[in-house]
């Protein structure tokens, strides 16, 4: 069975990547790439043939690609190539696949393979989830100024709270809840990508000095100790930040640079989000408030209690507006 699939192959739609410059560099892979426009090495390989950018963060690239072998498309993340000889980022990046494929949740993409690409590129391929980032919904929503609670959002950041929760079960912290880590399929599903910073709580905590994340969304205690300080108190927090987000369209805490934020986010109170947008209600209000408590102790709150807090709202919310039953999404 498994030499038969090996030898198989199927093409998709006639691709349009015949346009390579000599050096391996393709230009509608640069204007497709986000942010700094760096170029964008597209990695080639006999069983993925890369059709088009998704996105990138800071570790890697991800790309939709078709599997020639299973006949489907993929989510191809490939670690970025100014990481190619750097043996911690490549080692924590086989630690990212090993660690995703482990976690069996409908909240977490299935990992199907990983590996080098034959042209050296380490990768894994998961599901591709058609839809969008949340951060892409939030600013086409800032854009259009629909900003406000929005149901579909705080149902589906229900569920990724149970996601978070599950992974907690199971040992694991993610460390790097935001919004660009977080896919919203055209339907109701999410899903949290990106355990780039994850860890077991069994494993041995990172060197104190080490610090990985994304500073608006990383917990104080993370700021202050490093990365190894990130137990689940420190993934509230980084949902905390998020649903702030989805309730008001910004983040607590503004700074004009790196220093000054990881100050005022380590010893200032996160202003109460009805002060930024004052139709918050006060329940979502309070459970951001717990949950972007300085100290971790003080966030006495699970992602569990989180999820079962906002389904509650929405419960009572949905029943004042006849809106009929809310299903719950444990798992
Ligand atoms: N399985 C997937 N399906 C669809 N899009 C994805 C998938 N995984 C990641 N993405 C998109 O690619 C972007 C970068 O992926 P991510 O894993 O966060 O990379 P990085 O480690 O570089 O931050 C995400 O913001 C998301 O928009
Ligand atoms: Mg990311």
Not at 4 to 16: E, F, K, S, V, Y
Not at 197 to 217: E, V, W
Request: with cysteine; aromatic share 8%.
């Amino acid at each position: 069975m498994y030499a038969l699939l090996a030898d198989a192959t199927c093409p998709r739609r006639p691709l349009n990547l015949d346009v390579t410059t000599p050096d391996g560099w393709l230009p509608e892979a640069v204007d497709q790439a986000p942010g700094r426009g760096l170029p964008v090495q597209v990695p080639s390989d006999d069983r993925y043939v890369v059709e088009r950018f998704v996105g990138e963060g800071g570790g890697g690239h991800v790309w939709l690609a078709w599997d020639r072998r299973a006949c489907r498309p993929v989510a191809l993340k490939c670690l970025h190539v100014r990481y190619h000889d750097d043996a911690v980022a490549r080692a924590r990046f086989t630690q990212e696949a090993a660690l995703t494929s482990a976690l069996v949740h409908a909240g977490v993409v299935r990992v199907y393979d990983s590996g080098l690409l034959t042209d050296g590129t380490p990768f894994y391929a998961q599901r591709f989830v058609e839809g969008r980032s949340l951060a892409d919904a939030l600013n086409d929503r800032a854009e259009r100024g629909a900003v406000g609670v929005a149901f579909d959002l705080l149902h589906r950041f229900a569920r990724l709270c149970w996601t978070v929760a599950y992974a907690h079960e199971q040992g694991v912290v993610h460390l790097d809840i935001k919004p660009s880590n977080i896919v919203l399929d055209h339907g109701r599903g999410v899903y949290l990508v990106d355990w780039g910073i994850a860890r077991r709580l069994a494993d041995p905590a990172p060197q104190a000095a080490s610090l990985y994340g994304t500073l608006g969304y990383m917990a104080p205690e993370c700021l202050r100790q490093g990365t190894g300080a990130g137990t689940p108190a420190a993934d509230v927090y980084g949902l905390g930040i998020t649903l702030y987000e989805i309730l008001t369209g910004q983040r607590p805490f503004q700074a004009r640079n790196e220093l000054m934020y990881a100050v005022k986010a380590c010893h200032e109170v996160a202003p109460d989000p009805r002060t930024m947008a004052p139709g918050v209600p006060d329940a979502l209000a309070q459970l951001c408030n717990l949950a972007l408590k300085t100290e971790p102790e003080a966030r006495a709150l699970t992602a569990a209690g989180m999820g079962e807090a906002i389904e509650a709202w929405l419960t009572g919310r949905e029943g004042q507006r006849g809106g009929g039953r809310v299903t719950r999404h444990r798992r």
